[in-house]
């Protein structure tokens, strides 16, 4: 238990600097768009005076009415995650929680782990069971929604690279330090089968 703690943490500063790579040096604007100043500022004025609340919201909603059924079908169409605060940029507080929550989700790839350690005894087995498990969930969270919300598809796949880096370093990285199972020894000596 003591060496699956110690993967989940070593795992989750692997995945936090994975993260600073692709979220915090710039290269997600390869896929992400941002818009001028008077632009960010009359969008920002237009989000505070038409939306009531923190929440996600889809603009038009094709189940509100149908007025907005045919909008929607017309375009253009937005999903919108919208916060009514403010925030500082790169708050430590919030880098800190991703943190934890790195080391949460190492920690659960662990737990995992140790359910099949008596069946699943080396790292190679290991690892892969647990990458392919992260892998088809980040792919499942994250190229969802281009296809039932037409988002568009460069922003999600990248972050399904990114994410699925992360899963990756953290499914090796634990599954390293889970102890192994002793392979067992033939002695040189012994009859062999024929």
Request: proline share 7%; net charge negative.
């Amino acid at each position: 238990m003591i060496r699956m703690i110690l993967g989940a943490a070593a795992s989750a500063v692997a995945m936090f600097v994975i993260g600073f790579i692709f979220f915090a040096s710039g290269l997600q604007n390869l896929v992400s768009h941002s818009v001028e100043d008077a632009q960010a500022a009359a969008i920002q004025q237009t989000l505070a005076a038409n939306l009531p609340r923190t929440g996600t919201f889809f603009v038009p909603s094709p189940e509100k009415s149908p007025p907005q059924t045919v909008m929607y079908g017309q375009g253009p169409i937005a999903t919108i995650h919208y916060n009514t605060a403010g925030f500082a940029a790169m708050d430590p507080a919030t880098l800190g929680m991703g943190l934890a929550f790195n080391f949460a989700a190492a920690l659960l790839i662990g737990l995992a782990l140790i359910g099949i350690d008596g069946r699943v005894t080396d790292f190679g087995s290991r690892a892969r069971v647990a990458s392919i498990i992260g892998i088809a969930g980040v792919g499942f969270s994250h190229l969802s929604e281009p296809i039932y919300y037409h988002h568009d598809w460069p922003h999600f796949i990248y972050l399904f690279v990114a994410d699925s880096l992360m899963i990756l370093a953290a499914a090796l990285i634990v599954a390293w330090f889970l102890p192994r199972a002793p392979v067992a020894m033939v002695p040189a000596d012994a009859p062999t089968e024929v």
